[in-house]
T-cell receptor, first 114, second 111 residues
Framework: GENVEQHPSTLSVQEGDSAVIKCTYS??????FPWYKQELGKRPQLIID?????GEKKDQRIAVTLNKTAKHFSLHITETQPEDSAVYFC?????????????FGKGTKLSVIP | GAGVSQSPSNKVTEKGKDVELRCDPI?????LYWYRQRLGQGLEFLIY????????KSGLPSDRFSAERTGESVSTLTIQRTQQEDSAVYLC?????????FGPGTRLTVL
């Protein structure tokens, strides 16, 4: 089955700096890679996702890049703000044949220092 | 529209008691998932229901854990003879495609 490794487990940045979280996956058939954000005491929520037919996707201050050859993908947050402080989870799956089960990484706790 | 709901929001029980946790998915979502999240930890997959297919129970940690789903609606997760290590937040999610929508979770405390 799929295995997703996520690094770092914790990350502290100064407000306004950039943050990068990296994930690697094991199953070359995986073709869908979402990122979830979980604020303290809240439920995880999807913030961005990417499919294997593209290499990069942006949404305002958030971007995700995918390297299929190396089997890794990354989340980039620019101009970080205190409200970006949360735990971020990456995930991977093969989207097809009617199965939508995700394999999650163990999470990265991001702290943005004002 | 209404999101995923879970009940109860908090449950305190004594070791050895059985507990039942409920999840109401978004209407029309064919897939439903249960996860366990211990304090400060990641999302531990428990079980996955997809339509009328046999559920994927590969994440259930022991035979004390079981779950059912009625058609494409409500699901219940039952933990029998609870142990202190069962203390965690139990999250339910549902999806129609790839995007999983999570409920607020049930915080279970086993004394």
């Amino acid at each position: 089955g799929e295995n997703v490794e996520q690094h770092p487990s914790t990350l502290s940045v100064q407000e306004g700096d950039s943050a990068v979280i990296k994930c690697t996956y094991s199953d070359s058939a995986s073709n869908y890679f979402p990122w979830y954000k979980q604020e303290l005491g809240k439920r995880p929520q999807l913030i961005i996702d990417i499919r294997s037919n593209v290499g990069e996707k942006k949404d305002q201050r958030i971007a995700v890049t995918l390297n299929k050859t190396a089997k890794h993908f990354s989340l980039h947050i620019t101009e970080t703000q205190p409200e970006d402080s949360a735990v971020y989870f990456c995930a991977a799956t093969y989207s097809g044949a009617g199965s939508y089960q995700l394999t999650f990484g163990k999470g990265t706790k991001l702290s943005v220092i004002p | 529209g209404a999101g995923v709901s879970q009940s109860p929001s908090n449950k305190v029980t004594e070791k050895g008691k059985d507990v039942e946790l409920r999840c109401d998915p978004i209407s029309g979502h064919t897939a439903l998932y249960w996860y366990r999240q211990r304090l400060g930890q990641g999302l531990e997959f428990l079980i996955y229901f997809q339509g009328n297919s046999a559920p994927d129970k590969s994440g259930l940690p022991s035979d004390r854990f079981s779950a059912e789903r009625t058609g494409e609606s409500v699901s219940t997760l039952t933990i029998q003879r609870t142990q202190q290590e069962d203390s965690a937040v139990y999250l339910c999610a549902s999806s129609l495609g790839n995007t999983q929508y999570f409920g607020p979770g049930t915080r279970l405390t086993v004394l």
